[in-house]
Nanobody, 119 residues
Framework: QVRVVESGGGLVQPGGSLRLSCAAS????????TDWYRQAPGKQRELVAS???????????SVKGRFTLSRTISRDNAKATVYLQMNSLKPEDTAAYYC?????????WGQGTQVTVSS
């Protein structure tokens, strides 16, 4: 099993930037893909971006060119962190952002972090 914790959300003005972190611990080498989802009030949860263990990334059209994923593993191999760098933020990016670590046999979700883009 993998424990997933998101952080980095907050309030930012339109055009600003935030970096979200998704820290996974436990059986990190069982993770095949890490996804970032978001859910705005009254809307369905949507997939924002994904990164494989090999570093291949995919982005939703709505965030392409503005959001960037990266992944690091701690020196002691105890933690894998996926960063979602969000630039040129828009009010429509406002949502709770969730990280999902997919592995063989299941997936593990974090508790989410709120991003609010407002002037």
């Amino acid at each position: 099993q993998v424990r997933v914790v998101e952080s980095g959300g907050g309030l930012v003005q339109p055009g600003g930037s935030l970096r979200l972190s998704c820290a996974a611990s436990g059986r990190i080498f069982s993770i095949n893909v890490t996804d970032w989802y978001r859910q705005a009030p009254g809307k369905q949860r949507e997939l924002v971006a994904s990164i494989t263990s090999g570093g291949i990334t995919n982005y939703a059209d709505s965030v392409k060119g503005r959001f960037t994923l990266s992944r690091t593993i701690s020196r002691d191999n105890a933690k894998a962190t996926v960063y979602l760098q969000m630039n040129s933020l828009k009010p429509e990016d406002t949502a709770a952002y969730y990280c999902n670590a997919r592995r063989v046999g299941g997936s593990d979700w974090g508790q989410g972090t709120q991003v609010t883009v407002s002037s």
